[in-house]
């Protein structure tokens, strides 16, 4: 277990076993839905999403393209800006398209409320969401996800893409993090 992390709260097992439903379920959706081309476009959002869309794209089977968005809100850092920021397009047009935003965490609603907004501005006939973990007591908006993985608490969470100061990613685990050791935390 790597030092910085107090408690797993979700091992590779559980979030293995979430993501096959969710995949399962999302794709029986999209079989009843109107979707342009038969395509739905997956947009991940950079860079928290990577693992759990890696994992999401083995369960999802209906007809899919693979997009990517670089927003930043949180620098690294344990607060949000409040300002997100996008640092990658979409390089498609994306008019009349559905369009799934595949995520890690849903914190306070900041990111995703812009970026919904930003695709629907761009012409997109359906935009929904799922997130692996949902943080609603970090809400500071009306946004939800139409789908997610786990609820969480307020507290800060590192592994399966989630992030201290770009690191921790990796873990194939998502943690509390153990906030007390950061002051003196030297990589
Ligand atoms: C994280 C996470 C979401 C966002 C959620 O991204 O991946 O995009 O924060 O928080 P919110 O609901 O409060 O807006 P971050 O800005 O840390 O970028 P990253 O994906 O590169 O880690």
């Not at 930043?72 to 607060?79: D, E, T």
């Not at 695709?119 to 799922?130: M, N, P, S, T, Y």
Request: overall charge negative; hydrophobic content about 35%; charged content about 25%.
């Amino acid at each position: 277990m790597h030092p910085l992390v107090k408690e797993i709260l979700f091992t590779k097992e559980q979030i293995d076993t979430r993501t096959a439903e969710l995949g399962k379920e999302i794709s029986e959706f999209y079989q009843t839905q109107d979707v342009k081309d038969n395509t739905v476009i997956l947009i991940g959002l950079l860079k928290g999403c990577v693992p759990f869309m890696a994992n999401f794209l083995n369960h999802f089977t209906y007809e899919c393209q693979t997009e990517f968005m670089v927003v930043s809100s949180y620098l690294g850092g344990l607060k949000t800006s409040g300002e997100p920021k996008i640092n990658l397009d979409l390089n498609l047009s994306i008019k009349g398209k559905t369009i799934l935003i595949v995520e890690d965490i849903v914190d306070s609603g900041l990111t995703l409320t812009y970026v919904k907004q930003y695709l629907e501005f761009k012409g997109a006939k359906d935009v929904r969401i799922v997130s692996l973990l949902d943080k609603p007591e970090g809400r500071k908006t009306s946004l939800n996800p139409n789908w997610y993985g786990f609820t969480v608490q307020k507290q800060f969470l590192i592994g399966y893409g989630l992030d201290y100061e770009e690191r921790l990613r990796n873990l194939p685990y998502v943690a509390i993090c153990d906030t007390s050791k950061l002051d003196d935390w030297k990589w």
